[in-house]
């Protein structure tokens, strides 16, 4: 008992100590890209060249989000330095310079974020709540420009629920919030493709609304996650400060092992194939990850 009680214990600090190097400053200053140099196009917005990032590692400094364009089937990564694709070549950046604290895909090409402003884009600071439906090559403005940094945000096909440290809201039309009383601080979440079910993470342990964010239950029997992110309908996938790759098949209800990454993680991504394959894709402190199999387990996304 006292072994398991060390381990429980050593886990919330290490969720803790996650927690506060991911929640960066509210006003960082402008982002720069890791290597090359940006350059500023016609539409105002500073690009860096495709061949100016290095595959070797991660192209930014910290990962605040991953995720499958549904459109291309490639994995987008959301960091400090602006957002970046994936191909068999490696990285390379997409859109302007945007230090990137939320990041979601909504859609094929069609993605939301939240952040500061870099070097070169002219956006005010922070952001707000901004769109892409271009697969993240420019961005409009939605609301809360100059007021809102959400760290923490997702989508569905009904609204955008995001977190900006002080409240969790909500947006069915990018413009008007409502806000979401949650009983635990959110450090992550994903929503269900309805709209319906809510799964929050904290050092508290997970909790799960089913209504829409109107009412919320503890998830007394699930382990400490720190991201989650829907496959499907029903299926959702959550990383533990550890590592631990766990899976619920019950829209977040219940919960099993499923894998194991080799360290601390720093974001997720999931996915169900037309043909059942459940696709995961994680971040860790060193590189990107991915699994078709879970029973497997993971190896290097290409071009990681």
Do not use: K
């Not at 061949?51 to 989000?65: Q, R, Y």
């Not at 989650?228 to 219940?254: F, I, N, Q």
């Amino acid at each position: 008992m006292n072994r398991a009680r060390r381990r429980l214990t050593a886990t919330v600090i290490a969720f803790g100590v996650t927690l506060a190097v991911a929640a960066c400053a509210q006003d960082p200053g402008p982002a720069t890209a890791p290597t090359g140099q940006a350059t500023t196009a016609s539409d105002g917005h500073a690009h860096a060249h495709a061949d100016e990032t290095d595959s070797a590692g991660l192209p930014g400094a910290h990962t605040h989000g991953v995720g499958i364009n549904p459109a291309d089937d490639l994995v987008y990564l959301a960091t400090h330095e602006g957002l970046f694709r994936y191909d068999e070549t490696g990285p390379t950046r997409v859109g302007p310079v945007i230090d990137l604290m939320g990041f979601t895909v909504a859609g094929p090409d069609h993605f939301y974020a939240s952040g500061h402003p870099g070097a070169g884009t002219d956006m005010p600071n922070p952001v707000g709540l901004i769109e892409s439906t271009d697969a993240g090559e420019t961005w409009t403005a939605l609301s809360r420009e100059g007021e809102s940094d959400f760290h923490a945000m997702t989508a569905s096909s009904t609204s955008v629920v995001a977190f900006d440290g002080a409240a969790l809201q909500a947006t069915s039309d990018g413009v008007s919030w409502g806000d979401l009383d949650v009983p635990v601080p959110p450090f992550a979440m994903d929503v269900s493709p309805d709209g319906r079910t809510i799964v929050v993470t904290s050092h508290e342990g997970p909790v799960r609304s089913t209504d829409a964010g109107a009412s919320w239950d503890r998830l007394d029997g699930a382990p400490l996650l720190q991201v989650v992110d829907w496959a499907d309908t029903s299926t959702v996938v959550g990383l533990t400060p550890d590592g631990d790759v766990t899976l619920s098949e019950d829209a977040g209800a219940t919960w099993a092992p499923a894998a194991t990454l080799p360290g601390p993680p720093q974001a997720v991504a999931a996915r169900r194939a037309a043909d059942g394959t459940l696709r995961v894709v994680a971040v860790t402190q060193d590189t990107v990850l991915e699994s078709v199999d879970l029973g497997a387990g993971f190896g290097p996304l290409p071009g990681a």
